[in-house]
């Protein structure tokens, strides 16, 4: 049994039975080191070296909260709440009521979507954005599996087919390691070849939207934290400053290419603003820190589950072994390449570490087959992008879940993982298949 593909294995299935994400991943890295022959302590020691790798991700998100929380004193949230009920309608106004879904899911989209691009902090704009609604999302009974797979198509789609923000660096690695793999390839082929991947995204977004979740679904509208009860009135300059904040977050960021100094900078404007009181910071901080830490400590984890993977070898050898049942099939190897770049993705929770992992098999994997550079091009980027959806360890999961479950009723893996493993990996598969095979 190939170490990897059991390690994977065994961290999903644990994960299913609602075992801790964390609990999952150290229990099949431990199986995985051992079954390719590593060792318990070897194994042990690898893992607690690559926890490191995911540490300046891990504080960065802390912060991010923690300003999230602070900006909530704004009053900025309530503003937002306010004016979504006003989305709502009146009771029995059905027609309003679904056009008001329809405005609601698509200001989610846009704003998931420009994290990626526009205003790239990612899965930060969630705890800031999503809780607030979550009471208006009740009353509109809205399935909070669809806001999880709409959300997760913001983060995962732009960066797959624009080459700006987050999609730059994606694309930029994808162009260096095919280039040191033996295949040069320019910038401005990328966002072609990944057109009709990207489509596979789109159907599912489409088939989650109006068939799998287009029924109503209830919830218990519940207290969202120990401040909520004191929400922050909101005036003129309050929300003038949080803009500002939000501003000098975005900035200081964008200079820095560091999210720890941008959350701070938001956070020191708010304390010489007067907004955020000296002597009821440290709880407010602290609560914000909290609402994130969950992601945080599976990201440490999932870096120490992927330098055990790497340390197996298996990766490789998954690849030769499946090289070897390709023989002259190139139908075959396109779907047994998609597979593996699932399985990889899966197991380290990021499409942009799993690029260096493939390309350097893939490529020459790909000219024995006699594949173009584009249809090399399509199926590298997708067997990247492949499993970001799905993965119990990846912040496009991690992040909707820490928005839609401050109240505790949103599972990670059940109402998160499982609905867009199925409404993108397998959309992903089969467009990206086509891709190959046309390109």
Sequence with gaps: MNAVVLAVAIMLVLSLLRIHVV?????????????????????????????????V?????????????ALSRTGLPVLMVNKAILLVGKEGESRKKSLSKVLILFVILMISSFSQNLIPVHIAIIPIFIPPLLHVLNEL???RRLVATVITFGLITPYMWFPVGFGGIFHEILQTNMKDSGLTIKLDQIPTAMTIPSFGMI???????FITYRKPRSYETKAISASDSEKAAYTKRSIIIAVLAIAATLF????????IFGALSGIVLLYFSGQLKLKSSDAILTEGMKMMSYIGFVMIAAAGFAEVMRETGDVEKLVKDSAALIGNSTSLGVLLMLVIGLLVTMGIGSSFSTIPIITTIFVPLCAELGLSVMATIALIGTSAALGDAGSPASDSTLGPTSGLNVDNQHNHIWDTCVPTFMHYNLPLIVFGYIAVMVL
């Design 203 to 209: 159907a599912g977004l489409l088939i989650a939207v």
């Design 141 to 143: 009974q809205l399935d």
């Design 252 to 259: 200081v960021q964008l200079k820095t290419d560091s999210m």
């Design 57 to 69: 991700i891990a504080l960065s998100y802390a912060l991010l909260g923690s300003f999230a929380v």
């Design 23 to 55: 609990v999952a991943l150290l229990v099949g890295a431990l199986t995985g080191g051992f079954i390719a022959g590593m060792g318990i302590t070897d194994t042990i020691t690898v893992f607690t070296e690559g926890l490191g790798s995911n540490a």
